[in-house]
């Protein structure tokens, strides 16, 4: 008879128990979290957790102790070396449980267990501290001045927005003005400039069109007062001839 006993034997002898628990243990300090079935996961804290506690004193004769446990040379370093910096200032409670839904061939209870120190979103959690509002009761007198004080500061309060949005209105109002200013100024001086090349644009047309046709004109007549010379002198040679006869 059990006598109860609390040890949950798990349906196996005791050397395939050792070996199980010992595997399980090795590949959560491995991967720092497994899934497995509710029993197996309560009986793997139990297991590992001195383990976990054994880390933290890092010498030989404690590595030797939990090799004996572990028999897997990567997770004794894992444990030694980088575990046991992260529980150093944790005094208890290495392993969390995280129970989900039952397996579907047996129904058996599911769930994940991890190393508390590893789970980044859990943590982030834990760390905010819950606020508790205390309301205290005053006096009459405090009542009654807080009742009048308060319109008076969302007076103020009324004032100095108003005041910020008529600053920002006439800062807004400053720039537009300087802009439109400087806008008229640019389109000046783009208009100055475009006339300036339309006229100097203009001139250089005009001087082309009149400049061929008067070099033309020249030429032509002068051309002409040289055939007219050429006929005027052949009439004197004729005319000449004509006398001698």
Known sequence: MRHGKKINHLGRKSAHRQAMLSNMAA???????IKTTLQKAKTLRMYIEPL???????TT?????????????????????NISDKVANRPGGYTRILKIENRLGDNAEMCYIELVDYNENMLKTDDKKTTT??????????SHTTQITTPAKTEKKEEQEISAVESSSEKTVETLVANTQEV??????????????????????????????????????????????????????TNISSEEV
């Open 27 to 33: 590949s959560l300090i491995l991967h720092k979290r």
């Open 52 to 58: 976990i506690n054994r880390s933290k004193d890092n």
């Open 61 to 81: 004769h404690s590595r030797r102790i939990v090799f004996s446990y572990l028999q897997n040379k990567e997770a004794v370093t894992e444990l030694f070396r």
């Open 133 to 142: 509002r205390r309301s205290r009761r005053g006096s009459g007198k405090s």
């Open 184 to 237: 008229d100024i640019l389109e000046t001086e783009i208009v100055g400039a475009s006339q300036k090349e339309i006229v100097e644009t203009s001139i250089v047309e005009i001087s082309e069109v009149v400049e061929t046709p008067i070099t033309e004109i020249v030429e032509t007549s002068a051309v002409e007062v040289n055939s007219s010379a050429e006929e005027i002198t052949q009439t004197e040679d």
